[in-house]
């Protein structure tokens, strides 16, 4: 089942307290909303853009990398990233169930001419590097060329251990594979992890890393990567619509979230905890957290209830008809509405 299903607002009986859909909710506050206002613009077609220019280098060097380039979604920077990596007939491995795979519309096959190979992902979110080495093709005219290996970090809120990233970057690099990262959630991995971003960086060529999420900005992703590349990623870019004017008004709000909201992501790490914890001694369904995400899977054909309930207490969740339900904490999430929701869920099945 897809992860959006049943994610647009239901109508509350409240104002929300708590939206837990996705952490793409976030709103910009007040001092973001004012560095946005008062940003210094250019036209970042022609390099003139001074806060952009400045938010590519800020996250270049933060992950160690030479240079970056400022993109409107997550999408288009794991696509651009895609586009620039692999030519026509050529193959990217990666695993059924990340997003470049499941949920990105095959853009890179669609678009590229380039070939989505899966392999299945791990329980702990990662894939089995034997696996990875037995997927690379041989050199034959009947075969796509096997040229990336695209994975991820986080993977449905799991933080993949730098050890276990080693392996399967060091499986890639055996066999030849250039190695992109989708760190749409990077910076909560590092988090858990307790690393620094070089840490993790440093295994893959090309890094995204979304702003949009946990971080808090309203736009943007920044794709990073060594020059040469990054230059052939912008040329693509533009034949992709991403091409943006005064953009700097969105890349203050980048820098502004990088440099305040980082920090606080443990704070969403331990609401999810409290509530995967509040949601266990209810003992109402299957419950799993990690990070900032809890997934919780109460008993079949609760779920449409559920959400209209909690809806009354103005309480948003994506539900979907059955499964597994996506709860995720975020810096828009405060203990008063953690708790409104606790309380929401705790009436339904008390």
């Known amino acids: 089942m897809s992860q959006y299903a049943g994610m647009t607002q239901t109508e509350t009986g409240a104002g929300v307290l708590c939206d837990l859909r996705s ?13 946005m206002a008062a940003a210094e613009v250019g036209d970042d077609v022609y390099g003139e853009d001074p806060q952009v220019n400045q938010l590519e280098a800020t996250l270049a060097e933060r992950l160690g990398k030479e240079a970056g380039l400022f993109l409107p979604t997550g999408t288009q920077s794991n696509l651009t990233a895609l586009l620039s990596h692999c030519g026509r007939g050529e193959e990217i ?12 519309a095959a853009g890179a096959s669609v678009l590229g001419g380039s070939a989505l190979y899966p392999l299945e992902v791990q329980p702990g979110g990662g894939l089995d590097p034997a696996a990875i080495a037995a997927a690379v093709k041989p050199d034959d005219s009947h075969m796509p060329i096997s040229r990336l290996l695209s994975l991820e970090n986080t993977h449905n809120g799991q933080a993949i251990s730098l050890e276990d990233m080693r392996a399967m970057t060091d499986a890639g690099r055996a066999a030849g594979l250039s190695l992109h990262l989708d760190g749409a959630r990077f910076f909560n991995a590092i988090t858990e992890l307790g690393c620094s971003a070089p840490h993790l960086a440093v ?10 999420k946990g971080l808090g900005a309203p736009a943007g992703s920044v794709l990073v990567g060594p020059s040469d590349l990054i230059a052939r990623a912008r040329r693509w870019r533009k034949m992709l619509g991403g091409g943006m004017r005064q953009s700097g008004v969105l890349a203050a709000a980048g820098l502004m979230a990088l440099e305040q909201n980082v920090d606080r992501l443990a704070e969403d790490h331990a609401r999810a905890a409290t509530l995967a914890d509040a949601l266990r001694a209810l003992g109402a369904g299957e419950v799993t957290q990690a990070t900032n995400m809890v997934f919780f899977t109460p008993a079949e054909g609760q779920n449409a209830a559920l959400q209209a309930h909690l809806a009354k207490a103005g309480v948003v969740i994506g539900a979907g008809d059955s499964g597994p339900i996506r709860l995720v904490l975020h810096k828009d999430v405060t203990d008063e509405g953690l708790n409104g929701a606790i309380a929401a869920f705790q009436t339904f099945f008390s």
């Open 23 to 35: 952490d793409t909710v976030t709103r910009p506050d007040d001092a973001m909303r004012q560095a």
């Open 203 to 212: 295994l893959f060529d090309t890094v995204s890393i979304c702003l949009s």
């Open 93 to 104: 491995i990666t695993g059924r169930d990340y997003h470049v795979f499941k949920y990105e």
